[in-house]
């Protein structure tokens, strides 16, 4: 491979490596409103919960993301759920655009609200350490970094950020949903997230076979390449029970598509 040849096909593998990694926050921009309707004692997840899930370009193996529920801690003197995404690229990978993200969420324990987001960002030669603090007496919502500080943003009453807004889609019977909204924040815009239920699916992966839900966020407010591109989407299928479990992922876009699966899952009760 010639030296325009490797810088081409380098940069065209950021590419796809952003849609892969990005993609895993972005679907969860989006969440359901409606009332609660599984009991206190018979949540969907419970700390101790850890999925895996295998990331591919294609049919190139490029990494894996976890999804984990921590133990419950105390923020400001109240009762939060921990939620952990961790995103990684696998050692070829790493040669070309080596990925370390961590996003670190927490919810007041009754689920009706953020309370903390955190992201540590490792994309490449980029670094960032991004913290949103929640004021919920003025409806506020502060984003921070270790060199700035945004001015606060406006934010609807209920707002999730987009980690805990995929948990708390999971409190919800999908057989009786169709319309699906909740404001979501990232701390620098706060939108109403939107996404429909398509229709209920057999399906079969490489750890099993799952009786699931087809779930599609809508893009508008994604952005980056998913705004370029003209029939980009995104698709979810979670497990037709009372988890509703997240067992595959994929997004459609300009460059191609990319597929995550899930490998592995402990902790469920």
């Not at 969420?105 to 903390?116: F, G, K, P, R, V």
């Not at 609807?156 to 699906?180: H, M, T």
């Amino acid at each position: 491979m010639n030296g325009d040849s490797s810088r081409s096909y380098t940069a065209g593998l950021k590419i796809r490596l952003w849609v892969i990694f990005g993609v895993i926050t972005a679907i969860t921009m989006f969440s359901l409103s409606g009332n609660i309707e599984a009991g206190e004692n018979d949540s969907p997840f419970y700390p101790g919960e850890k999925l895996t899930f295998q990331l591919k370009w294609t049919f190139i193996p490029a990494g894996e993301a976890v999804l984990e529920v921590l133990p419950i801690e105390t923020i400001a003197g109240v009762k939060a759920y921990h939620f952990l995404l961790t995103v990684k690229s696998n050692s070829f990978i790493d040669n070309f655009y080596k990925v370390r993200d961590k996003i670190d969420a927490y919810t007041d324990i009754e689920m009706t609200h953020s309370i903390l987001y955190k992201k540590k960002q490792q994309e490449g030669k980029t670094h960032r350490d991004i913290i949103v603090n929640f004021d919920w007496r003025n409806n506020k919502a502060v984003y921070s970094t270790l060199t700035e500080t945004r001015p606060p943003i406006d934010i609807l009453s209920g707002s999730f950020d987009p980690l805990s807004a995929f948990y708390f889609v999971r409190l919800f019977d999908l057989e009786r949903k169709s319309a699906i909204e909740r404001p979501v924040t990232d701390g620098k815009k706060s939108i109403m997230g939107k996404a429909t239920v398509i229709k209920r699916e057999t399906l079969k992966l490489a750890s099993g076979t799952y009786d699931t839900y087809l779930i599609e966020p809508e893009i508008e407010h994604v952005g980056g390449v998913f705004e370029k591109s003209k029939d980009a989407k995104i698709q979810v299928w979670v497990t037709a029970d009372h988890r509703r479990i997240p067992v595959k992922l994929k997004s459609k876009v300009v460059v191609g598509s990319f597929v995550g699966e899930l490998v592995s899952a402990v902790g469920l009760k």
